[in-house]
């Protein structure tokens, strides 16, 4: 599967099957709440939500591929992610682009 932030792929003509989504909700860790606190104080990476957004991010984009399996694409294009808070001390992560099937042009 092709995955590209690009409108387009070189060398093939792009038949649009649909939007393709994916995506996770993700809530903070009381521990890494703490450390959160400690690090505002001294400053530095807060390796806890970094890790958390990471495998997030991981679970999103592989959602979306699955999705676009599904329905046959050859390729996801315009990939794009986003992320909104859901509730207090929660977060959605979404990855989602365009599902197409690839021609040669």
């Known amino acids: 599967m ?25 809530a903070k860790h009381i521990g890494s709440d703490i450390m ?8 530095g990476e807060l390796k806890g939500y970094s ?11 592989d959602r979306m591929v699955e999705n676009a399996t599904e329905i046959g694409a050859d390729a996801v294009v315009n990939v794009r992610f986003t992320t909104s808070q859901t509730m207090a001390g929660a977060a959605e992560l979404l990855a989602y682009g365009t599902a197409v099937k690839l021609k040669d042009a």
């Open 51 to 61: 890790d958390m957004l990471t495998q997030a991010r991981k679970e999103a984009f």
């Open 2 to 26: 092709i995955v590209t932030t690009t409108n387009g792929i070189d060398g093939k003509e792009l038949e649009i099957i649909a939007v393709v989504f994916g995506n996770t909700v993700r």
């Open 36 to 43: 959160a606190v400690l690090k505002n104080i001294v400053g």
